[in-house]
């Protein structure tokens, strides 16, 4: 099973269009730190994902796990919010397989680091190349509409135009 760790903004995104379940489905479990856990169940409470994340962790899918390098955490938090300094650096200290973080911030830090990593965006275009989800088109259009999430129009095209659609 790859090794997987989140920031919050994939979860809560994927949550608000109904897909978090992705996740569980396309990795088995995934890994939070706890400054993702405080930002999407604690402090959102109500909102989307806060219930979604807490049931997964409760039946053991998500995972929350304390980050030990502290000094690199204090470095990226000089950069970054809370939750996407300690999912960097959990996934530097565990090796992780994938990062899920959708930030532009955080991403250039996470590719400094030589961490693969992915977002919202490439989650929905694996599932639909592996028949996950029937149509990448009204995903990202939910995600658009209903999620609130921003894709610029350049990469919204070539994600249909990579699945074929």
């Given at each position: 099973m790859?090794?997987?760790?989140?920031d919050?903004?994939?979860?809560?995104?994927l949550?608000?269009?109904g897909?978090?379940?992705l996740?569980?489905?396309?990795?088995?479990a995934?890994?939070i730190?706890?400054?993702?856990?405080?930002e999407v169940?604690?402090?959102?409470?109500g909102?989307?994902?806060?219930?979604?994340?807490?049931i997964?962790?409760?039946t053991?899918?998500i995972?929350v796990v304390?980050?030990?390098?502290?000094?690199?955490m204090?470095?990226?938090k000089?950069?970054l919010d809370?939750?996407?300094?300690?999912?960097?650096?959990?996934a530097?200290?565990?090796?992780?397989?994938?990062?899920?973080?959708?930030?532009?911030?955080?991403?250039?830090?996470a590719?400094?680091?030589?961490?693969?990593?992915t977002?919202?965006?490439?989650?929905?275009?694996?599932?639909?190349?592996?028949?996950r989800?029937e149509?990448l088109r009204?995903?990202?259009d939910?995600?658009?509409?209903?999620?609130?999430?921003w894709i610029?129009?350049?990469?919204?095209?070539?994600?249909l135009?990579v699945?074929?659609?």
């Open positions: 790859p090794k997987v760790v989140s919050s903004s994939t979860l809560i995104h949550a608000r269009i897909r978090l379940a996740l569980r489905e396309m990795f088995g995934i890994i730190p706890p400054a993702v856990w405080q169940v604690i402090e959102g409470k909102r989307a994902g806060a219930e979604e994340v807490r997964g962790q409760n053991g899918w995972q304390n980050v030990a390098n502290e000094p690199l204090r470095i990226l000089r950069e809370n939750g996407e300094a300690e999912a960097i650096a959990l530097v200290e565990m090796e992780a397989d994938l990062l899920l973080i959708d930030e532009a911030d955080g991403r250039r830090i590719t400094l680091y030589d961490l693969p990593k977002g919202v965006v490439g989650i929905l275009m694996r599932a639909r190349l592996d028949g989800i149509s009204q995903e990202l939910a995600l658009r509409e209903d999620g609130g999430f610029a129009e350049a990469l919204y095209q070539k994600a135009e699945v074929g659609e």
